[in-house]
């Protein structure tokens, strides 16, 4: 049908303004397409550029050097060597299995190490380096460099790992580092991106753990370009970490290793203390170990033979173990009865051989007794029955607070691990921990070091060191970190009545250098170097009335975990102290004869800075003591020279 022109121009008009909208809307979506493009290549042209750079460069941390120990007089406890590692990449390798047999026949590969770098290599991508052998000789990686060509894939790398020159001489108090573990990773609820790091090195026990923070360091970082799948293309840049500070212990190496070689094969502890600061001049425990063992990775076989000696190699007997005291806890017994007045020096107390308490028979070490014995003569023999009176009059809160006022029943605070804070038992911790009262009898075991009492050789050693100058003195195992001087531990006064300490110092005085003193066969015969000193024994096992009756049986004749502990501690010179010493030597019998001479030889070459001459031991000891001044002599000599050998 025909349209008129009306409506022709009608549907003209109608189709104009159709287009005219629809142009705008096109012109509308144009421009703002326009500001958008504007919007995101200009405006947040930098937040894409980093986004970009992002997916282009990656940041790796750099391992810092670890700070190293040393002892007080600048010998180095640990330090960090440069080890060399053997990696493959499989991609560049072509062949693997063909390029690792070529490998092991110019170095001699670990079977194990060989069979988890193929485990790893299956599991990460092949431009990834695997460790298929460390801590490679430099003779092995000189081998490699020169037979590069015939090795595709295999690269040589140089890192630093922990070493510890002097082996097991301070094993205990060093301890030592490993790799990280889900374990150490757990102890922090955001573990540092540095434990990240593979095959990182962290302190496990010792100086090295609890110093951990102070001897690590801080990471660096290298900046590299890697391309879509995180293949490393070049490096960009990088920024060194800083290392971790180094720390200067107040122990003397030279008397460290007097002592380890004093103790021999006994199953014993050591501590030397200096009585004016404070500082531990040697804390050794024997038997000992090699921790570079344990940073290597140690071997099944070689744990196993630690772990189950019976001499417990691994454990740090100065301060993880505690000991009944025995008789060295009588200072404590006798300067609490003092302090309360109680108790005149003079006064005397009559020793049968045993003391009826509440119906029980407590004996005195000497079957026969006594006699009349006053305070000194008590010390000097070290009668029980002495004790055993005392503790009826004082009474056990008395007793256990002085015993905590001299250093017993706190854990003091040193760097190393599983610092144990003994027992000073009262009638509230009975109660507490046993559920049952306290009865007469515990206050009469408790006065001479037995029943519930508990101390540490370090303890044992604070004890002496506050007996001898009257102080708070307090153990420091670190001299300097980073060459600044950590605050002396000597202590304040402790209020303590001085000549209450004057009479005990004179009675310990008497147990070394009286000849009927229980030490008198270790004492020192040089004047000015005399030690007041205090013998102890204490029980391990129960003496039943049968056996009492038909005679004890003598330690020798016991197998040797039933036999007694033997101890000792001293200060010397006695008139004007300048150390004391802790001797405990476990199931060694009685501690004249097994802890005092040790404590002895100890003392006097603490006092010489060295070896002492001949003339300040008794005469029946100058032989002895020569053939071993000699022989740790050469035993020092062959050491020097191995360690020389390595620097």
Sequence with gaps: MRRTPRETQDSARTI????????????????????????????????????????RVKFDLLPPARGRIFDRNGKVVAENEPTYRITIKREDAGNVADVIARLGQLVELDEDDLNRALAEMERTPPFFPVTIADRVSW??????????????????????????P??????????????????????????????????????????????EETLRGTAGTKQVEVNAVGRVMRELGRREGEAGADVQLTLDADL???????????????????????????????PSYDPNKFVRGISVADYSLLRDNN????????????????????????????????????????????????????????????????????????????????????????????????GLGESHDVPMSAVTSGLVPDKAWKLRERGA???????????????????????????TARLATGRSVTPRLIKRIDGIETPSQGGVDLGLNPNHLLQLKRAMFAVSNNRRGTAYGSRIIADEMRMAGKTGTSQVRNITAAERARGVTSNADLPWERRDHALFVDFAPWDNPRIAVSVVVEHGGGGSTAAAPIARDVTLQALYNGDPPLEAYPTKDRRRIAAQQERFAKERKAREAELASRA
Aim: hydrophobic share 45%; charged share 25%.
């Design 16 to 55: 104009s303004r159709r287009g005219l909208i629809l142009g705008g809307g096109q012109l509308a979506f144009a421009t703002l397409l326009a500001l958008r493009m504007r919007y995101v290549q200009v405006d947040q042209a930098d937040e894409f550029r980093l986004l970009a750079e992002e997916n």
């Design 139 to 164: 003779k092995d990686i000189s081998r490699v460099a020169v037979n590069a060509p015939a090795l595709p894939g295999i690269t040589t790398e140089v890192g630093l790992s922990r070493f510890y």
């Design 166 to 211: 002097r082996r097991d001489l301070f094993a205990h108090v060093a301890g030592y580092v490993g790799p990280v573990s889900d374990r150490d990773l757990k102890r922090y609820e955001d573990p540092p991106p540095i434990l990240r790091i593979p095959r990182f090195q962290i302190g496990k026990v010792g100086v090295e753990a609890k110093l």
């Design 256 to 286: 460290q290793e007097y002592v380890k070689a004093r103790l021999g094969e006994e199953s014993a502890s050591v501590v030397v203390m200096d009585v004016e600061k404070g500082d531990l001049l040697a804390i050794a425990s024997a």
């Design 311 to 406: 001499h417990r190699p691994l454990a740090s007997k100065t301060v993880q173990d505690a000991y009944p005291p025995g008789s060295t806890f009588k200072m404590v017994t006798a300067l609490a009865a003092m302090d309360a007045g109680l108790v005149a020096p003079d006064e005397t107390v009559w020793c049968p051989g045993h003391l009826d308490v509440g119906g029980r028979k407590f004996h005195c070490w000497k079957r026969a007794g006594h006699g009349h014995v006053n305070l000194e003569q008590s010390l000097r023999e070290s009668c029980d029955v002495y004790y055993y009176e005392l503790a009826l009059k004082v009474g056990i809160e008395r007793i256990a607070q002085m015993a905590r006022r001299l």
């Design 437 to 463: 009262d306290w009865v007469i009898g515990d206050s009469v075991n408790a006065s001479i070091g037995q029943g519930f009492v508990l101390a540490s050789p370090m303890q044992l050693a604070v004890m």
